[in-house]
């Protein structure tokens, strides 16, 4: 094994991801090398001056795991369609026609003209001719 598998392998190795042959060819050659020995020894430096994860306090697993669990279910569209919206909806608008006609019928009649009085459509439509015929007529 030359130098640069090595130091492809190094990370691996000391994460002890190598399998046993592998494993076995880089010892052998950071016993035999002492550029990949001070390789591994800076990379053995670096990871002992991070620290690792902060502890978590007791129950933190199980409750991220239930909100995980939580928010992984699906939720209702705002607008989905189900049965009983539908329903609903049109006893609310049974209801609303139902008291619409109600005041409808129970309020006061409008005023019926005599028959042989004439409606006040009918004087609107003759003053409009007497108008109209003025206009033509100057
Ligand atoms: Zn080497």
Redesign the pocket.
Known sequence: M??AS?KKELQAYLDHELDGQAEQAVAA?LTS?C??RDQAALLKAIRAAIPGPAPVSAGFTARLQAKLRQRSQPREPLWSFRPWKLALAASLACCLLVVALAVRLSGPQPPRSAPDEPSRWQDVASTDRCLVADCKGS
């Open positions: 030359n130098c090595v050659h090398c550029a990949c």
